[in-house]
Nanobody, 128 residues
């Protein structure tokens, strides 16, 4: 099993930038995982933000963040990143990273049910 720890969240002004990190640990190599980012605002369901395949070569971003957020996977450092630019108040949420072990059939995954392991989450608050 994998352990995932998010960091980098905080209070940011609208239009600002934040870089989230998700550090992975465990015996299974990081390359064996496809990764994803999800967020959950108060009173709302956890929603898809971004995903990356095992190699880091393919990324997908939700329409709401496309052009503003960029995810990347550093297999050498066992770290998943989410660079968030031009932040909006509606981006305020707890952000979670997730890992899917030994992905098969597809390279990137969009549903919470697709993932096997989750981090504890990090709060991102964007002020108007």
């Amino acid at each position: 099993q994998a352990q995932l720890v998010e960091s980098g969240g905080g209070l940011v002004q609208a239009g600002g930038s934040v870089r989230l990190s998700c550090a992975a640990s465990g015996r299974t190599p990081f390359t064996n995982y496809a990764m994803g980012w999800f967020r959950q605002a108060p009173g709302k369901e956890r929603e898809f933000v971004a995903a990356v395949d095992w190699s880091g070569g393919r990324t997908v971003h939700s329409d709401s963040v496309k052009g503003r957020f960029t995810t990347s996977k550093d297999n050498a450092k066992n770290i998943l990143y989410l660079q968030m630019n031009n932040l909006k108040p509606e981006d305020t949420a707890v952000y979670y990273c997730a890992a899917k072990l030994w992905p098969q059939g597809r390279s990137v995954w969009y549903s919470t049910n697709d993932y096997d392991y989750w981090g504890q989450g990090t709060q991102v608050t964007v002020s108007a």
